[in-house]
């Protein structure tokens, strides 16, 4: 069975440091994507990040970057000079080449002043 | 700006009513999507929608149903609500892959209790 599991239930980081978030996934495939969604207060989903399955070099967007192991399946989203607005739930989700998505459990990041 | 409606933020319904959650989106995307959200959970599929008319189960659909008449509404129904249903609903859409898109828009959501 494809599975995310995201075995840190909550993280915490100083404001301005770097954090890092992690996701495993289990897959017998070999094309498919990867995705990073941000879950604030306000329960608005937003795409943060995402990664080709193909693609060797990782994905970055300005402050959030990932490190893909495909080997390993493995697929952490590191955060760097975090701000307050980055406190959230963070989901880590797989998508086959289905349209459905498979997401992980979730981790709640906490930014401390 | 693209988006994704959700019709009620907050909903309260009583145990044994029929409970409609609607969901609108205005991106033309052919793909829609009910997840559930529970705490230690995540996120579970319930159903989704390739197509208008068309629809398939996902991973928990036992208590729901849904319809889909319209491409741009995709309507979740607690056919008679009980008090394990109580939860948030996300309704996500997406375009067909070929269409070059990947990600899912979301709504809001909407948390429901059944009391």
């Known amino acids: 069975a494809q599975t995310v599991t995201q075995s840190q239930p909550e993280m915490s980081v100083q404001e301005a440091e770097t954090v890092t978030l992690s996701c495993t996934y289990d897959?017998?495939?070999?094309?498919?994507?990867l995705f990073w969604y941000k879950q604030p207060p306000s329960r608005q989903m937003i795409l943060v990040i995402r990664?080709?399955?193909?693609?060797?070099q990782n994905a970055t967007e300005n402050r959030f970057s990932v490190n893909f192991q495909k080997a390993a399946k493995s697929f952490s989203l590191k955060i760097s000079d975090s701000q307050l607005g980055d406190a959230a739930m963070y989901f880590c989700?797989?998508?086959?080449?289905?349209?459905?998505?498979?997401f992980g459990t979730g981790t709640r990041l906490k930014v401390l002043a | 700006d693209v988006k994704v409606t959700q019709s009620s933020r907050y909903l309260v319904k009583r145990t044994g009513e029929k409970v409609f959650l609607e969901c609108v989106q205005d991106?033309?995307?052919?793909?829609m999507f009910w997840y559930r959200q529970d705490p230690g959970l995540g996120l579970r599929l319930i159903y989704f929608?390739?197509?208008?008319?068309?629809?398939e189960k996902g991973d928990i659909p036992e208590g729901y149903s849904v319809s889909r008449e319209k491409k741009e509404r995709f309507s979740l129904i607690l056919e008679s609500a009980s008090t394990n249903q109580t939860s948030m609903y996300l309704c996500?859409?997406?375009?067909?892959?070929?269409?070059?898109?990947?990600?899912?828009?979301f709504g809001s959501g909407t948390r429901l209790t059944v009391v």
């Open positions: 989700a797989y998508r086959p080449g289905t349209y459905k998505y498979i």
């Open positions: 991106m033309d995307h052919e793909n």
């Open positions: 897959t017998s495939e070999s094309d498919y994507y």
């Open positions: 990664q080709e399955a193909y693609k060797q």
């Open positions: 996500a859409s997406s375009a067909s892959p070929g269409q070059g898109a990947f990600g899912y828009t």
């Open positions: 929608s390739y197509d208008v008319k068309m629809k």
